[in-house]
């Protein structure tokens, strides 16, 4: 199994490019998020799902734009980079809803604006 | 709103000892508490889910109790040993809410 593979694990952008972040899981579960993870500040979460077509706010949401058409895949785009967005950034999945059980982590992407 | 505080921030300790990690959690109404081990350049790992009507939940060398009324969690680990160096950290679920909240996450080294 190979749980939740988020890519890429390093991307360098300049202020004002655009990218997205790829996660996807293979264990069928209905709850995907993302997560920034920034030093002094913990993790914060940016945008979650409950199922395909079902997105909703975290509590950073500026400037992240998320969609769910599939089960498996929950991308995470920056339309207008800033390097206020230097951060590692995780996926994590779990089944069902987050609140019936443990959630799974990805290995992360570091991603630096410049 | 919820916070979740990990105190102290960091630990150094000799292999061998038992160990007792703080979780304190300001507002009482959760639906679960999640201790997790976070290792350098990587992912966060699951360790615990204690759901609120538990006390405790124990996997191997690792005990977490919760004890909602005085918001708080500690996970107790058995005869620490240099492979359990890692960042620990703990989150709330808030009941009716699909956020988790984390604390900053306590590093501890365990020294041969």
């Known amino acids: 199994n190979a749980g939740v593979t988020q890519t890429p694990k390093f991307q360098v952008l300049k202020t004002g490019q655009s990218m997205t972040l790829q996660c996807a899981q293979d264990m069928n579960h209905e709850y995907m998020s993302w997560y920034r993870q920034d030093p002094g500040m913990g993790l914060r979460l940016i945008h979650y799902?409950?199922?395909?077509?079902?997105?909703d706010q975290g509590e950073v949401p500026n400037g992240y734009n998320v969609s769910r058409s599939t089960t498996e895949d929950f991308p995470l785009r920056l339309l207008s980079a800033a390097p206020s967005q230097t951060s590692v950034y995780f996926c994590?999945?779990?089944?069902?809803?987050?609140?019936?059980?443990?959630?799974?982590f990805g290995e992360g992407s570091r991603l630096t604006v410049l | 709103k919820q916070e979740v505080t990990q105190i102290p921030a960091a630990l150094s300790v000799p292999e061998g000892e038992n160990l007792v990690l703080n979780c304190s959690f300001t507002d009482s109404a959760i639906y679960n508490l999640q201790w997790f081990r976070q290792d350098p350049g990587k992912g966060l790992t699951s360790l615990l889910l204690i759901q609120s009507s538990q006390r405790e939940q124990t996997s191997g060398r690792l005990n977490a109790s919760l004890d909602k009324s005085s918001g708080r969690s500690t996970l107790y680990i058995a005869a620490s040993q240099p492979g359990d160096s890692a960042t620990y950290l703990c989150?709330?679920?808030?009941?009716?809410?699909?956020?988790?909240?984390f604390g900053k996450g306590m590093k501890l080294t365990v020294n041969p």
């Open positions: 989150a709330v679920l808030q009941g009716g809410s699909e956020k988790l909240v």
């Open positions: 994590a999945s779990s089944y069902g809803r987050v609140n019936t059980g443990e959630l799974f």
């Open positions: 799902s409950v199922g395909a077509g079902i997105t």
